[in-house]
């Protein structure tokens, strides 16, 4: 995917609510998928990722929902706390082609 | 465990020069890729090596290149430098490649060309 730069899609929410991060993919022989988080000036860190054969997976206060009718793919933080503010990134597995596409980004903003 | 570690951090070069970036991937990891990310943008796949040989590339121009290393260590060179290759670089290693490994990114080298 390409990310529209300036215009990330941004998210805000108050510390303690619940964060839900949208993405679509397009490639329906994709079978791996992984949410990444990107703080400034930093490389994209590991969050959780998920095989086409589920369609839920939960980690610490991460949950990843996969729904392959629609190829789409949702991030939820609970109890999203001032260190969750980052860009986050999913990124799909193109099988046949052998590297990790990423999608366009979306900008998670928490305030106190 | 030491993560990926890239060289330079920062790197300023002019138009039409060669720039040189460098990656140690993660102990035990075989596979190394390459992505470029301009400003504000998202990643873009350049690169994969496994096991020394390149297995795939992006939709870039043949200007970039690399090699791995036997020590899996990595690096990316950019010949004839235009002012839009400026961006950040980042590397990333995983397991032998293949699907249900995850990438492990460095921080990156920020590559300016002026």
């Known amino acids: 995917g390409e990310s529209v730069g300036l215009h990330l899609p941004t998210l805000s929410v108050q510390e303690g609510d619940n964060s839900i991060i949208n993405c679509a993919y397009s490639?329906?022989?994709?079978?791996?998928f992984i949410w990444y988080k990107q703080e400034s000036g930093k490389g994209p860190q590991f969050i959780i990722d998920?095989?086409?054969?589920?369609d839920k997976r939960q980690g610490q206060r991460v949950t990843v929902l996969l729904n392959k009718t629609v190829k789409h793919l949702s991030l939820q933080i609970a109890a999203t706390q001032p260190g969750d503010s980052a860009v986050y990134f999913c990124?799909?597995?193109?099988?046949?082609?052998?590297?990790?596409?990423f999608g366009t980004g979306t900008r998670l903003l928490v305030s106190p | 465990e030491a993560g990926v570690t890239q060289s330079p951090t920062h790197l300023i070069k002019t138009r039409g020069q060669q720039a040189t970036l460098r990656c140690s991937p993660i102990?035990?990891?075989?596979?190394v890729y390459w992505y470029q990310q301009a400003l504000g943008l998202g990643l873009q796949f350049l690169l994969w090596?496994?096991?020394?040989?390149?297995?795939n590339r992006g939709n870039f121009p043949p200007r970039f290149s690399g090699r791995q290393f036997p020590n899996y260590s990595s690096e990316l060179n950019v010949n004839a430098l235009e002012l839009e290759d400026s961006a950040l670089y980042l590397c990333?290693?995983?397991?032998?490649?293949?699907?249900?490994?995850?990438?492990?990114f460095g921080n990156g080298t920020r590559l300016t060309v002026t």
């Open positions: 490639n329906s022989a994709s079978d791996y």
């Open positions: 102990s035990g990891h075989t596979s």
């Open positions: 990333a290693s995983s397991l032998a490649a293949g699907q249900g490994k995850p990438l492990h």
């Open positions: 998920i095989r086409s054969n589920m």
């Open positions: 090596y496994d096991e020394g040989e390149e297995r």
């Open positions: 990124a799909d597995y193109l099988t046949g082609f052998q590297k990790l596409v």
